[in-house]
């Protein structure tokens, strides 16, 4: 192998300069595929090989800067096997040595981050929605709800770069830098030789791998409590996990990804296994989402897998006829049963109850005041009442009436408990209660569309009035079941479904509120 | 063909049998033809067609086909279906016109038996491939689309193999041209069939379910409804009608990927495009989700950025848009509109790709529970996770996570229990920095996934990180710890935390025992783990330790060189260690590698200023703040910034409570945090003065005030004051009632000795942070100044309750009480102070940020 690149080397050297014989190496080279196998051999074994290791920088780099096409994009290939030869470099401390690689690395970034003429490459593209036609569907037979979806999207354009060009590399730079660089090896991993992407595998695993597998130096650790101050003679670990970022990570994946339908899925399966275990011991929340969307794309999925056939594609035929019967279909309820109705134009009506229901010289609580004993909280009246007149208004169906009853019966239910210890508290020792009640009530009321505004308040008013205990959690109580009453009307219509689930989820949530 | 004959005899039964005919009600076209035969009986050879005809095919749809094991049972099933066949074979089948349709429907009977060589002898017989384009019948064009597809099917499984090279290009050629007539025959005839059934029945494609539920409700605009469309005794036979049958799907299917079979990569892509172009049909919904899943596949795993072509670019571009159907007969017709998006690269026709395949994968989702749906749900499950993943993979590379979360959010609808999804969901969340949001889903994930550690492990770094909720998010780290080992180092961290926040003594001890218990476990468990390392050190630092710190801190050093956190922690404990300079040449080498770390910088200054140079300490915070511009400015302006290297700034003991994206607003999150009186406090501010809320995220601004408020500190040590009221007026722009800001404007007035001032901001700022010891500390020396010795004893001693290990809170009690006139109160806090002082780092070890990484 050796003696193969030695030959490459003095080769490309003896020919520069001579237009001719250049132009019958560029040939040469092109059509021989073994000289990137014995190269890729070299790095494997770059502790025997290291000034080899340092000529073949050097020639690639030159190959990078050549302008026939073929020499140009040949180093690329190598970028997985660099990259993993650098790091591995530096997290052993040895930048030095690694002095070659980080040279050819950086050129490369710069060259890729720039465009020809010297500016800066940037990849653009718009994000795709729904709301707009495509070659590829019509609005007609989409639900509304997906088209209007990230409609205000429309025409937001994301970038890829500008990326600075760079000098040095820290540990600051490093991560982006490499990624960059995967992520140009991606746009061209198509074009380069199948065998590669063997290497990328193989470089990958012990990219994540390195120093997770030696369960090995336990042992010099119990000594250091004898002779702490010198702690600095600790022996390091031949081989320190390597740093890697999320990004980079992602970029791997994808690569990765590349390879498992291009020939080599069993050993990129296993790859991305290692990934996968790399991302969850970082805990990288962005990696460990495409991770495990591939592996579970990979079971038991109409993905496919990637030997069931090209890129992993089959056909997948329906199952509709042959499964389920005409007759069971027709009780099954889909997400298809939904549809997307306009609403009758009484919706701002609807609002303009709210915001009466907040005017204060509309508020039912002036009842209060001509009868204070009264216990039911007014706003909780009125609130419900003007929902009933909507619903009646409306029509409903039955079983949206039985929701109604049933909602109200869980109104009743808060309001006798509050009522209850209303009723146990002593009566109030003067005349200011009354007043203060309907001030109180009045401030909420005027709050009482978001949450946050009302526990602002509540907030203010536990601040404001710690004395009067009792009508402090009588308002709290009245915008809780506000809150209630909302959140049944919001997700009503689910609760025919059984999917009580969601939501004695949000009233869980209101309840912790509360 | 057959129904020329028909036109020209125009029957009313003849009429009736075709349109039976295209519908396919084959039991029907049974006994329309005895009628057909009493009424001419010159038409027996028509009728032996027609019967022969409606037994295969009625055959064909009771039994599945392509099932090898079914080829016997097909040969005896089909044997009555083929003796009518060959009976209109003959030269009155000729005469009649119906010989071709014979041929090809022979074609079709041998390949429903497994007969691939003599299916395509008949096609050959019936000269399959001279046909001219012309316009045909529903039903001749569904023959005719499924005789290519057959064609294609048999050339595939044809078991001869063809005995040179050029043959089998030459085999696969004609293969793939099959395939590609019978999938643009195919898109036609299923238009054509939409066509002609749309004008009778209704045109709501969407219908389909019975139950009556309609409980419309008010949800923003739109209401959602079960819709009661009638099943009608129609809509049995509709059902069945909408299916395109197994031979045409396959063929439309199989076309693309016999291309990249055969290595034609550009040419498959090309396919899916052409197909997925073609006005859709209700047959083709379930064919459409399928082949916009796979485009993007073989977009995602086989087309790398540079071999892309955008679609409808090449050659025939515009024509094959716009021309649509005008020209080509035998073409299916496409979309067309005006200001259609069509993409241009890659990424967005992958994006609208999946964005179309999640809107038809999510419409027929299941979400009834009942158990005689498990088949169908689960199938309908798979097919919208499996396009879940693939957006996951296109979208998070490019930082879309919030569309993700989106996707996901509608999918636990149809999701009860499905684990993956829920995980994915809070994955999401996190991702997209909606911390509280994506501890509840954690929580249920928890719950689904009963062996994960991970779902534990994440939801207690939430609690750590950014809920400030450190006794739960030690209860998570617990149940991690019951799933794997990892959890170890998290029941540590907690521990530690629990102990930075206790004040009671008793407690504080407690937690730090539990905490250095758990860190040296957690260590013994992963020796290479640099992050147990460190916060063992940190734990050892804590209990002033220095010695047993300084040596785990190397240990964490060696496991990686490049750790901020652990370079910064290195570089306090120097200090501890009365080693400043080397400490400072620890920071100024840090800063080589991590030249925009505010937190190194921070530390930079403050050595600075402890060597007494506050020159380079004043350029240091000026370079702090060039850093803090060019690092946040973009964040701010709103632009999503994606490749800064630091992300983590300053972060002083109590900033870390503005980190949740979902709190724009100073007054509505951070209610776990530590001082809710200054909570209440800027509520009352904010309608007092003019002030303003910053626009953007609150940690930017908040790192600027420490920045501004550094700068004070230093322009005070170069005796400028004005300068340091300049910057604090700065900061308080941004906001006005930090602690930080009234203690530091105290300080201003300690320097002008202001006494009264002074002691007036010492009090605001303990009353907005009760635990601010330099506060109660300042405040405390304010009070002695001003002869009130009794109450400096009180602030000095809460101070050195909170904070025992600050040698200037006893040196400045041991001045208290000399000044009281107890002596050895006063020689014991001076003892203390003294004996304290060489082991008190330039900054406090808790402020260096919590950190996971």
């Known amino acids: 192998m050796a003696e193969l690149v030695r030959d490459w080397l003095a080769d490309y050297q003896r020919t520069r300069g001579q237009p001719a014989e250049s132009e019958a190496f560029v040939v040469e080279h092109e059509t021989d595929p073994e000289i990137a196998e014995a190269i890729f051999t070299i790095f494997n074994e770059r502790q025997r090989n290291e000034d080899l290791v340092h000529d073949i920088c050097q020639q690639l780099l030159c190959f990078y800067r050549s302008p026939e096409v073929t020499l140009h994009k040949f180093p690329l290939q190598f970028i997985p096997v660099l990259i993993y030869t650098y790091l591995h470099a530096v997290s052993a401390g040895d930048k030095k040595a690694s002095r070659g690689v980080e040279t050819l690395l950086i050129c490369i970034y710069n060259g890729e981050v720039s465009t020809d003429d010297g500016g800066q490459k940037v990849v653009v593209f718009r994000m795709p929605i729904l709301a707009q036609t495509s070659v590829y569907h019509e609005m007609k037979n989409l639900p509304l709800t997906d088209l209007r979806r990230w409609e205000e999207n429309c025409n937001r354009e994301l970038k890829w770069g500008p990326h600075q060009r760079v000098e040095t590399v820290n540990a600051q730079n490093r991560m982006r830098i490499l990624t960059t660089l995967l992520f140009c090896y991606n746009q061209h991993v198509s074009q380069t030789q199948k065998s590669s992407l063997l290497h990328l595998c193989r470089v990958t695993s012990q990219l994540v791998n390195q120093g997770f597998t030696t369960k090995s130096g336990h042992g010099h650790r119990m000594s250091y409590g004898s002779d702490p101050a010198t702690g600095a003679t600790f022996p390091k670990p031949s081989s320190p996990r390597i740093p890697l970022s999320s990004s980079f990570l992602i970029e791997l994946v994808h690569a990765i990804y590349f390879a498992m339908f291009n020939g080599y899925g069993t050993i990129a399966i296993q790859t991305l296994d290692d990934i996968h275990n790399r991302a969850t011991y970082e805990m990288y929340t962005e990696l460990i989402l495409v991770t495990s969307a591939v592996r579970n794309s990979l079971h038991a999925n109409p993905s496919g897998q990637p030997n069931d056939g090209p890129m992993g594609l089959s056909v997948a035929l329906t199952p509709a006829t042959n499964t389920v019967t005409t007759s069971v279909s027709k009780s099954m309820i889909t997400n298809a049963s939904f549809r997307t109705k306009k609403l009758p134009d009484d919706i701002p009506i609807q609002v303009q109850d709210l915001t009466m229901q907040q005017n204060p010289q509309q508020l039912a609580s002036v009842i209060e005041e001509a009868e204070p004993g009264a216990k039911e909280s007014p706003s909780t009246k009125e609130s419900s009442g003007t929902r009933e007149r909507q619903g009646n208004r409306r029509k409903p169906p039955q079983r949206k009436f039985d929701k109604h009853t049933q909602r109200n019966s869980l109104l009743q239910l808060q309001s006798e408990l509050n009522s209850n210890s209303n009723a146990e508290q002593p009566p109030p020792p003067s005349d200011m209660l009354p007043m203060q009640t309907l001030s109180l009530i009045n401030e909420n009321g005027s709050n009482s569309f978001s949450i946050d505004s009302d526990l602002n308040d509540g907030l203010g008013v536990v601040a404001g009035s710690v004395a009067l205990p009792s009508i402090n959690s009588n308002t709290n109580s009245v915008t809780s079941s506000e809150v209630l009453t909302k959140s049944f009307d919001s997700s009503i219509e689910l609760a025919p479904l059984g999917h009580s689930n969601s939501n004695g989820g949000k009233l869980a949530e209101h309840g912790l509120v509360e | 063909m057959a129904n020329r004959n028909m036109r020209s005899n125009t029957t009313k039964v003849e009429a009736l049998i075709e349109s039976c005919r295209s519908e396919g009600k084959w039991q029907r076209v049974i006994d329309l033809t005895d009628e057909l035969k009493t009424g001419s009986p010159q038409n027996e050879c028509l009728a032996n067609f027609l019967v022969g005809e409606a037994r295969l095919e009625s055959y064909l749809e009771e039994n599945a086909l392509v099932a090898e094991s079914n080829f016997g049972r097909a040969k005896a099933g089909l044997s009555e279906a083929r003796r009518y066949l060959n009976l209109a074979l003959g030269e009155c089948g000729q005469k009649a016109g119906i010989a071709l349709d014979a041929y090809l429907l022979l074609a079709k009977l041998c390949f429903a038996c497994g007969e691939y060589e003599p299916s395509l002898d008949n096609f050959i017989k019936a000269e399959l491939n001279t046909l001219a384009e012309k316009e045909l019948t529903l039903r001749s064009l569904k023959i005719l689309a499924e005789s290519y597809a057959i064609k294609g099917l048999c050339l595939e499984h044809q078991t001869s193999k063809p005995s040179s090279k050029f043959k089998k290009a030459e085999k696969d050629t004609e293969m793939i041209s099959c395939f590609e007539r019978a999938s643009d025959l195919g898109l036609l005839y299923l238009q ?93 919904q379930s064919l459409r989700l399928t082949l916009t899943r796979q485009l993007a596949e073989v977009l995602l795993r086989g087309v790398s950025g540079t071999i892309y072509a955008p679609p409808f670019t090449s050659k025939s571009g515009g024509s094959t848009l716009r021309g649509g159907a005008s020209k080509k007969l ?492 107890d002596f050895y109160a006063a020689a014991d806090c001076f003892a203390t102070s003294l004996q304290l002082e060489p082991s008190c780092p330039v900054l406090p070890f808790t402020s260096i940020p919590l950190v996971f990484e």
């Open chain 2, 330 to 821: 035998w073409k299916p017709r496409k979309y067309q509109a005006r200001q259609q998006f069509s993409p241009r690269n890659q990424q967005e026709e992958v994006i609208l790709l999946l964005l179309i395949a999640e809107a038809l994968a999510v419409r027929d989702t299941v979400l009834s529970q009942s158990p005689e749906f498990k088949q169908a749900r689960q199938h309908a499950m798979g097919n919208v996770t499996a396009v879940y993943d693939l957006l996951t993979l296109a979208t998070v590379r490019w930082g879309l996570v919030q569309l993700l979360n989106e996707s996901f959010e509608k999918a636990l609808k149809f999701s009860f229990g499905e684990q993956h999804v829920w995980r994915q969901y809070g994955l999401s969340l996190m991702a997209a920095e909606k911390h509280s949001h994506a501890l509840r889903v954690l929580q249920e994930s928890i719950k689904l996934t009963p062996s994960d550690p991970l779902p534990c492990l994440l939801a207690s770094r939430l609690c750590y990180e950014s809920l400030e909720t450190v006794k739960q998010g030690l209860d998570y780290a617990q149940q991690a710890l019951k799933r794997e080992i990892k959890g170890q180092l998290f029941v540590g961290i907690g521990q530690q935390q629990l102990a930075i926040q206790s004040n009671l003594r008793s407690d504080r001890d407690a937690c730090h025992k539990l905490a250095l218990e758990a860190l040296e476990r957690a260590v013994q468990n992963d020796g290479h783990d640099h992050l147990a390392e460190y916060y063992l050190s940190l734990q050892y630092a804590l209990l002033n330790q220095l010695p047993e710190a300084l040596a785990h801190i190397r240990f964490a050093l060696a496991l990686r060189m490049e750790h901020a956190p652990c370079l910064h922690l290195f570089a306090l404990l120097l200090t501890a260690s009365r080693r400043p300079r080397e400490a400072l040449g620890v920071v100024e080498d840090a800063l080589h590698e991590f030249p925009d770390n505010l937190q190194l910088l921070h530390v930079k200054a403050h050595l600075q200023l402890h060597l007494e140079d506050a020159e380079t300490a004043l350029a240091t915070v000026q370079h702090m703040l060039a850093v803090w511009r060019e690092v946040y400015e973009a964040q701010l302006t709103g632009e999503e910034e994606k490749h800064s290297d630091t992300k983590s700034g300053v972060h002083l003991v109590h900033s870390s409570q503005m980190s949740d994206k979902d709190s724009n607003s100073v007054y509505a999150a951070s209610l776990a945090a530590v001082s809710r009186v200054e909570h209440a406090l800027s509520e009352a501010a904010s309608s007092l003065s003019s002030f303003t809320q910053r626009p953007g995220p609150r940690r930017p601004w908040m790192l600027q005030i420490e920045i501004w408020l550094l700068l004070a500190d230093v322009y005070l040590r170069i005796e400028q004051p004005n300068e340091a009221l300049n910057c604090i007026h700065e900061a308080s722009q941004i906001y006005p009632l930090s602690h930080q800001i009234m203690y530091m404007r105290g300080q201003v007035h300690v320097y002008l000795e202001q006494w009264r001032d002074a002691k007036q901001c010492y009090l605001n700022a303990v009353a907005a942070n009760p635990n601010h010891t330099e506060a109660l500390r300042a405040l405390g020396e304010t009070h002695l100044i001003l002869g009130e010795p009794r109450l400096a004893e009180k602030m000095l001693k809460d101070a050195a309750k909170l904070d025992p290990n600050c040698p200037r809170i006893w040196f400045a009690l041991g001045k208290v009480m000399e000044s009281l006139g």
């Open chain 2, 192 to 284: 054509e069939y939409d066509i002609v059934s749309g004008s009778s029945s209704s045109n709501n494609s969407t219908a389909g379910s019975t139950l009556n539920v309609n409980a419309s409700v008010q949800q923003s605009n739109s209401s959602f409804a079960i819709s009661s469309t009638i099943p009608a005794s129609g809509a049995a036979t509709h059902e069945v009608n909408r299916r395109m049958g197994a031979i045409l799907e396959t063929a439309l299917q199989r076309a693309p990927i016999v291309l990249i079979k055969t290595g034609k990569l550009q040419e498959a892509v090309e396919r899916y495009r052409i197909m997925l172009n073609a006005i859709e049909t209700r047959a083709t």
